[in-house]
């Protein structure tokens, strides 16, 4: 088989080549002086206002209980001392949500035990909830929580005893 540019599909194929490498070796140096501020169908590129600002700090048991949703816009709750932003779950974790009674507390034990009455949560006066009764599949399943929460939340704190902060 020989190499022959008398074909048109050879032809074609060297040109095509040359003219890729040529675009390789030389690309465009057009730099268009506009910023591009919308995309079609209205999508825009910027958003519409800054995100919040969160600052990673310790939180007692006292200084969490107002971030319930109800006395404060904002819903933090704690797991194995870490505290989690929850304010984008509000239907969820809010004053109305399934697990409301966990906004602004302590959620280890309830998560734990899958279990969402109150007296699954530690009064914020008392000494944090060392856990140490719950079983290996219940820390397993407070482990999955976590997970899930680190995934989907933003870790904005930790956990501290009352009078460490």
Same mark, same amino acid.
């Given at each position: 088989?020989?190499?022959?540019?008398?074909?048109?599909?050879?032809?074609? /194929?060297?040109?095509?080549?040359?003219?890729?490498?040529? *675009? %390789? =070796? $030389?690309?465009?140096?057009?730099?268009s002086s506009? +910023?591009?501020?919308?995309?079609?169908?209205?999508?825009?590129?910027?958003?519409?206002?800054?995100?919040?600002?969160?600052?990673?700090?310790s939180y007692?048991?006292?200084? /969490?209980?107002?971030?319930?949703?109800?006395?404060?816009? *904002? %819903? =933090? $709750?704690?797991?194995?001392?870490?505290?989690?932003? +929850?304010?984008?779950?509000?239907?969820?974790?809010?004053?109305?949500g399934m697990?409301?009674?966990?906004?602004?507390?302590?959620?280890?034990?309830?998560?734990?035990?899958?279990?969402?009455?109150?007296?699954?949560?530690?009064?914020?006066?008392?000494? $944090?909830?060392?856990?140490?009764?719950?079983?290996?599949?219940?820390?397993?399943?407070?482990?999955?929580?976590?997970?899930?929460?680190?995934?989907?939340?933003?870790?904005?704190?930790?956990?501290?005893?009352?009078?460490?902060?």
């Amino acid at each position: 088989m020989s190499w022959n540019l008398g074909t048109p599909v050879n032809t074609a /194929l060297l040109l095509y080549i040359l003219y890729t490498v040529q *675009r %390789i =070796l $030389l690309p465009s140096q057009k730099i268009s002086s506009e +910023v591009a501020t919308e995309f079609k169908s209205n999508y825009t590129w910027m958003p519409k206002s800054h995100p919040p600002t969160v600052l990673f700090k310790s939180y007692t048991p006292k200084t /969490l209980q107002p971030f319930d949703g109800v006395k404060n816009k *904002r %819903i =933090l $709750l704690a797991i194995s001392g870490m505290v989690f932003d +929850v304010t984008a779950g509000a239907n969820f974790y809010g004053p109305d949500g399934m697990y409301g009674n966990f906004a602004g507390r302590d959620a280890s034990r309830g998560m734990a035990k899958q279990s969402f009455s109150e007296d699954m949560l530690t009064a914020v006066d008392q000494p $944090l909830d060392k856990l140490e009764d719950l079983t290996t599949a219940e820390i397993d399943n407070m482990k999955g929580w976590i997970d899930h929460f680190t995934n989907k939340y933003v870790v904005c704190g930790k956990l501290v005893e009352n009078d460490a902060a």
